[in-house]
């Protein structure tokens, strides 16, 4: 008696046996013909509208329909980044380091030596309940890389005002106004 369904190892659930029939004529047991495109190296890219080389996708895991191409309009990487700014905690991190990721060519550096929680960290030390975009992260030596040991907190304002006074290559009235700055701040 010949079976009526097989078993799909990949979708793993059981199929008719005519669905286990490849385009060319070929019967495999084990592998329906909805997988015919990845026997080929192929997938399908929701932004393409077409079964690409599966090269042109990000490697990994995660199974997407999208190719890097059309990866954040498709992919959820947007989604994603607007679920991680509903949270007010989350967007501080996010804003301040982003603010100190710019603020490196302005201070005239190649990289940044620290990350969002080590300025979280001293940003919760001058307001223990902070809003976004109210607080600034600047170096105190602003000839050497920003890190965890070279960073001030300040305002917004204060931060223009160290970048106008940066600007003018004054790094003595800089270290000046930064510690006139930091000496007002609540203890």
Same mark, same amino acid.
């Given at each position: ?96 380091? *982003? ?8 201070? %005239?550096? !190649?990289? @940044?030596? =620290? ?5 979280? $960290? ?26 965890? *040991? ?8 204060? %931060?223009? !005002?160290? @970048?106008? =006074? ?5 790094? $003595? ?15």
């Amino acid at each position: 008696m010949n079976p009526k369904a097989r078993f799909c190892v990949k979708c793993k659930d059981y199929f008719p046996v005519a669905c286990f029939v490849s385009d060319d004529g070929k019967d495999d047991p084990t592998l329906c013909n909805r997988h015919e495109h990845a026997k080929k190296r192929l997938r399908y890219c929701r932004g393409c509208d077409d079964f690409i080389a599966l090269d042109l996708f990000t490697p990994g895991k995660t199974y997407s329909f999208a190719c890097r191409k059309h990866l954040t309009e498709y992919g959820g990487a947007r989604e994603a980044q607007q679920k991680k700014l509903q949270d007010v905690g989350q967007k501080r991190r996010i804003n301040a380091w *982003k603010q100190c990721h710019n603020d490196r060519k302005r201070f %005239r550096q !190649e990289k @940044i030596q =620290i990350n969002q929680s080590e300025i979280e $960290a001293a940003v919760l030390k001058v307001d223990p309940a902070p809003l976004p975009g109210v607080y600034a992260a600047v170096p105190v030596d602003c000839t050497c890389v920003l890190s965890a *040991k070279n960073i001030a907190v300040v305002s917004m304002s204060q %931060r223009k !005002e160290l @970048i106008r =006074i940066f600007r003018t290559n004054d790094t $003595a009235k800089y270290s000046e106004t930064l510690a006139c700055f930091v000496s007002l701040q609540p203890q």
